[in-house]
């Protein structure tokens, strides 16, 4: 298969593709926020569209290690990876490929300055609220795209439980 310049655009027809995200969030000012990237708008999927940052999980590739070289590659920073809190699955049409995607909280190891957004991945990001984040996210979605929504959801309700796991 030829590789394309971004990796959701590589052909997989029939496949099966396994992508993590990071909900990657810190509390400010007695506010939880989460982090979102837009995707830039030379993606042919889902272009100019806020997302958490994350990616494609190669063969045989830990899904923890993944996501953090992918968060290393599209931000800049390294995270501290938690646990697991929702997945769920799509069908790529640009790819021709199935999904499934695994969304893990997140921290920054470093600071919120130290991310450099890559252009070919994102134009711009921000920390949102989760009424912000609410907005952000149906701004332009594709209705099979509200996954991601209700996962950031779940990841706010969770964290306002304050019961995670940060190994």
């Excluded at 063969?59 to 501290?80: S, T, W």
Aim: glycine share 10%; aromatic share 10%; charged share 25%.
């Amino acid at each position: 298969m030829a590789k394309v310049s971004h990796d959701s655009e590589t052909p997989a027809h029939g496949q099966q593709v396994i992508t993590a995200t990071a909900f990657i969030h810190h509390r400010s000012d007695g506010v939880t926020k989460v982090f979102l990237p837009m995707r830039a708008a030379s993606k042919k999927f889902f272009p100019s569209v806020y997302e958490l940052p994350g990616g494609h999980i190669d063969f045989g590739e830990n899904m923890i290690h993944g996501l953090k070289r992918e968060v290393k590659e599209e931000l800049g920073v390294d995270i501290c990876v938690g646990d697991p809190f929702y997945e769920f699955t799509y069908h790529n049409s640009v790819k021709g490929s199935h999904s499934i995607e695994v969304i893990y909280f997140a921290k920054l190891a470093g600071s919120a300055e130290d991310i450099k957004l890559e252009p070919e991945d994102h134009s711009e990001g921000g920390w949102f609220s989760r009424e912000e984040a609410i907005k952000a996210l149906r701004l332009g979605r594709a209705p099979d795209q509200t996954n991601t929504l209700q996962g950031v959801l779940k990841g706010f309700n969770l964290l306002a439980g304050d019961k995670l796991n940060f190994g």
